[in-house]
T-cell receptor, first 113, second 109 residues
């Protein structure tokens, strides 16, 4: 089925550990996004990409890095995890800047202890 | 500051009721999205609007660009409509999406 696939779905990290979240889409979308969702707050944009080989900072980029080496994949890295990064992470993609075809992954629940 | 405000935050309705969820925003936008997040956590895009009105089944979304306001209506609500409904706007400047905190809807049989 066409869509956005996120891996892993759940992860527990110790403070200071690193990890990479993978987002893959098979819809040939140009735009890809990483968001975090915290209780009582709306989704917040971490980083985004407007095409292969490009990335840009969103609203809350500190502590995260991203790469988009292939059009279909958008990786989110945590170099040194902190408890403040405990959250649910969503990847999304869209065909256009306005969000045509806006499709979300199923989310990754990350706990940093 | 919240660029997107939704009301109400929580809503409980009896099955069959007509439901309205409101969204107001403070930035110039190129598009507005209504999203649905089910208890399992997955998020689905319901509508993308830049003007006027769209209808899909029992769901209707309207937008008034001048008033910076959008509404999502659900006719003949059903328990399976129970979810969190999120309003998101795509700002005219930059590549930012701003999200409301969501409206949690519970439809009781």
């Amino acid at each position: 089925n066409a869509g956005v696939t996120q891996t892993p779905k759940f992860r527990v990290l110790k403070t200071g550990q690193s990890m990479t979240l993978l987002c893959a889409q098979d819809m040939n979308h140009e735009y890809m996004y990483w968001y975090r969702q915290d209780p009582g707050m709306g989704l917040r944009l971490i980083h985004y990409s407007v095409g292969e080989g490009t990335t840009a900072k969103g609203e809350v980029p500190d502590g995260y890095n991203v790469s988009r080496l292939k059009k279909q994949n958008f990786l989110l890295g945590l170099e040194s995890a902190a408890p403040s990064q405990t959250s649910v992470y969503f990847c999304a993609s869209s065909y256009s800047a306005g969000g045509v075809g806006y499709t979300f992954g199923s989310g990754t629940r990350l706990t940093v202890v | 500051k919240n660029e997107v405000e939704q009301s109400p935050q929580n809503l409980t309705a009896q099955e069959g009721e007509f439901i309205t969820i409101n969204c107001s925003y403070s930035v110039g936008i190129s598009a507005l999205h209504w999203l649905q997040q089910h208890p399992g956590g997955g998020i689905v895009s319901l509508f993308m609007l830049s003007s006027g009105k769209k209808k899909h089944g029992r769901l209707i979304a309207t937008i008034n660009i001048q008033e910076k306001h959008s509404s999502l209506h659900i006719t003949a609500s059903h328990p399976r409509d129970s979810a969190v409904y999120i309003c998101a706007v795509r700002s005219e400047v930059g590549n930012q999406f701003y999200f409301g905190t969501g409206t949690s809807l519970t439809v009781i049989p």
